[in-house]
Nanobody, 115 residues
Framework: QVQVMESGGGLVQAGGSLRLSCAAS????????MYWYRQAPGKQREWVAT???????NYSDSVKGRFTISRDNAKNTADLQMNSLKPEDTAVYYC?????????WGQGTQVTVSS
């Protein structure tokens, strides 16, 4: 069994920064990609960023240039550094870890950006 847990959410003013962390634990062989998603009230969950086991990254257009995803393979963690935050970044942020052919999701962490 694999557990995924996000942390680091909170309330921040527009233009500010937050750093989210995702930690995977349990029966982990090797984690392939790790992902961040978000879901705003009344909207579908959307993909935000991906990082592969080799460190290659990809971002949605809405966050490119403002968010940075990184990971520590030894600790099975993936962080999301969010800068220049906007009110439209307000959402619950979720982490997904792909372990072998299975996907594991965390419970999410709330990010609220005030104008």
């Amino acid at each position: 069994q694999v557990q995924v847990m996000e942390s680091g959410g909170g309330l921040v003013q527009a233009g500010g920064s937050l750093r989210l962390s995702c930690a995977a634990s349990g029966s982990i062989g090797s984690i392939h990609n790790m992902y961040w998603y978000r879901q705003a009230p009344g909207k579908q969950r959307e993909w935000v960023a991906t990082i592969t086991s080799d460190g290659y990254t990809n971002y949605s257009d809405s966050v490119k240039g403002r968010f940075t995803i990184s990971r520590d393979n030894a600790k099975n963690t993936a962080d999301l550094q969010m800068n220049s935050l906007k009110p439209e970044d307000t959402a619950v942020y979720y982490c997904r870890a792909r372990v072998s052919s299975n996907n594991y999701w965390g419970q999410g962490t709330q990010v609220t950006v005030s104008s």
